[in-house]
């Protein structure tokens, strides 16, 4: 059964930091590129973050950059996204996703979501 499960959301002031994690189990995780993404309410699902599988390559939203980090450790199958200068607008649901090697529009597998909420 593929998983891919989210964790370290929580509640941060403004400037502070979040470590998220996606743990994926089920396929080849090797194979596979990491993207993270986030919904706010009543907002639409918006790309953040993504790492590719085979140069590692990444990639990141303009409204991201410079605050946010992703990495990857294949040997415990989990993509991390380290967030720092967290904002109030980047309060959201975070989801990871994962598709074949490269970065791209569709993802084959998704997880559960972990809520980020930004106080100012």
């Known amino acids: 059964e593929v998983q891919l499960v989210e964790s370290g959301g929580g509640l941060v002031q403004a400037g502070g930091s979040l470590r998220l994690s996606c743990a994926a189990s089920g396929f080849t995780f090797d194979d596979y590129a990491i993207g993270w993404f986030r919904q706010a309410p009543g907002k639409e699902r918006e790309g953040v973050s993504c790492?590719?599988?085979?140069?590692?390559?990444?990639y990141y939203a303009d409204s991201v950059k410079g605050r946010f980090t992703i990495s990857r450790d294949n040997a415990k199958n989990t993509v991390y996204l380290q967030m720092n200068s967290l904002k109030p607008e980047d309060t959201a649901v975070y989801y990871c996703?994962?598709?074949?090697?490269?970065?791209?529009?569709?993802?084959?597998?998704w997880g559960q979501g972990t809520q980020v909420t930004v106080s100012s």
């Open positions: 996703a994962a598709r074949p090697r490269h970065c791209g529009h569709e993802y084959d597998y």
């Open positions: 790492i590719s599988s085979s140069d590692g390559s990444t």
